[in-house]
């Protein structure tokens, strides 16, 4: 289940259940938006990104979706993975700019 | 190889002695950022440059300086570190294309202040 506290939200699944990671971001003037992995120690790995004129993009066993209306973006992980445990960051870059701002993160715990 | 370099991986100072963190990058890439990320946070954008241009955020303390001497090389220099700076600083570059910039990151350097 998911919980939110003074750490980062958490989410817990199984081994092979699809997981959905959801980030609110700020700013409407983003036109661009990155899903990030981080693993402990280790610097953020880009997984997959989509434009502001996009609403829905596929890539290996991810899918990013974007709803500009309420400002939500959220990462879909299909038959999720040991591997996949991490913390997950969504950022927005704001048009006519090249700032990267980043979202609060979820930690994804997979449990075998 | 690694597209983004960051001398030490791990780095302490001590309370109020100036330190100075590296990043190198071999993607010629024309920005390149400096984030402060805490335990259990986000990374936190610091400043970044497009190529020389400084660009820094209106909230990061004066404390925290940068320096670009070239396209290939970016420090980020803490003159008085405070118990409070501890944390992991990661450097990022990007190319924006297109309308897209994707920023690629360094494995981070973890500052402890004692």
């Known amino acids: 289940g998911e919980s939110v506290g003074l750490h980062l939200p958490t989410l817990s699944v199984q081994e092979g259940d699809n997981s959905i990671i959801n980030c609110a971001y700020s700013n409407s003037a983003s036109d661009y938006f990155i899903w990030y992995k981080q693993e402990s120690g280790k610097g953020p790995q880009f997984i997959i990104d989509i434009r502001s004129n996009m609403d829905k993009r596929q890539g290996q066993r991810v899918t990013v979706l974007l709803n500009k209306t309420v400002k939500h973006l959220s990462l879909q992980i299909a038959a999720t993975q040991p591997g996949d445990s991490a913390v997950y960051f969504c950022?927005?870059?704001?048009?006519?700019?090249?700032?990267?701002?980043f979202g609060k993160g979820m930690k994804l715990t997979v449990n075998p | 190889d690694a597209m983004v370099i960051q001398n030490p991986r791990y780095q302490v100072t001590q309370f109020g002695k100036p330190v100075t963190l590296s990043c190198s990058q071999t993607?010629?890439?024309?920005?390149m950022y400096w984030y402060q990320q805490k335990s259990s946070q986000a990374p936190k954008l610091l400043f970044h440059?497009?190529?020389?241009?400084?660009?820094n955020e209106a909230d990061t303390p004066d404390n925290f300086q940068s320096r670009r001497p070239n396209t290939s090389f970016c420090f980020l220099d803490i003159r008085s570190p405070g118990l409070g700076d501890a944390a992991m600083y990661l450097c990022?570059?990007?190319?924006?294309?297109?309308?897209?910039?994707?920023?690629?990151f360094g494995q981070g350097t973890r500052l402890t202040v004692v």
């Open positions: 993607l010629n890439h024309n920005v």
């Open positions: 990022a570059t990007s190319r924006p294309t297109g309308g897209k910039t994707e920023a690629f």
């Open positions: 950022a927005e870059n704001i048009g006519g700019s090249e700032k990267l701002v």
């Open positions: 440059y497009y190529d020389k241009d400084f660009n």
